[in-house]
């Protein structure tokens, strides 16, 4: 009886660890893209968003307001590739210094930060492609 039960609860620990195990194509492909936007973070961003997405003081705005991040999520592109000038406000607070611009930084790069940035800092936005980026950078004002 007890070499039944024991089997029973290795094969239903052994069944749940498959299912838990597979993800979705989708979810693999964000997983993969956050990785590398964490990656190209370091190296673009953290300097003046912060480690944490703090950001830095009257200078850089922080990263973990959800609300502007959601509300300006088709301009965050442009802001990345063309950098970004003059006063903006995140989370009540007014800044007013120049965002340095990643002209050289491909779609796919920029994908992969976006998902990075609007997944860390208390953001889950899920998924952004290069195709919504080309798409956001041809509509930049």
Same mark, same amino acid.
């Given at each position: 009886?007890?070499?039944?039960?024991?089997?029973?609860?290795? /094969?239903?620990?052994?069944?749940?660890?498959?299912?838990?195990?597979?993800?979705?194509?989708?979810?693999?492909?964000?997983?993969?893209?956050?990785?590398?936007?964490?990656?190209?973070?370091?190296?673009?961003?953290?300097?003046?968003?912060?480690? @944490?997405?703090?950001? =830095?003081?009257? =200078?850089?705005?922080? =990263?973990?307001?959800?609300? /502007?991040?959601?509300?300006?999520?088709?301009? =965050?592109?442009?802001?990345? @590739?063309?950098?970004?000038?003059?006063?903006?406000?995140?989370?009540?607070?007014?800044?007013?210094?120049?965002?340095?611009?990643? @002209?050289?930084?491909?779609?796919?790069?920029?994908?992969?930060?976006?998902?990075?940035?609007?997944?860390?800092?208390?953001?889950?936005?899920?998924?952004? @492609?290069?195709?919504?980026?080309?798409?956001?950078?041809?509509?930049?004002?």
């Amino acid at each position: 009886m007890m070499r039944k039960i024991l089997i029973l609860v290795l /094969f239903l620990i052994s069944v749940s660890t498959i299912i838990y195990s597979c993800q979705s194509a989708l979810k693999m492909e964000q997983d993969i893209y956050y990785t590398n936007g964490r990656d190209l973070y370091r190296q673009h961003c953290q300097n003046c968003h912060g480690e @944490k997405g703090e950001g =830095l003081g009257e =200078l850089a705005p922080p =990263l973990t307001d959800t609300v /502007f991040l959601k509300d300006n999520k088709n301009r =965050l592109a442009c802001f990345i @590739k063309n950098g970004l000038e003059g006063p903006i406000t995140v989370g009540g607070k007014v800044y007013d210094e120049k965002m340095p611009d990643e @002209k050289d930084m491909a779609d796919i790069d920029i994908a992969q930060l976006l998902v990075y940035i609007t997944n860390s800092f208390g953001n889950k936005q899920g998924m952004y @492609k290069p195709e919504q980026v080309a798409t956001d950078l041809n509509n930049c004002k």
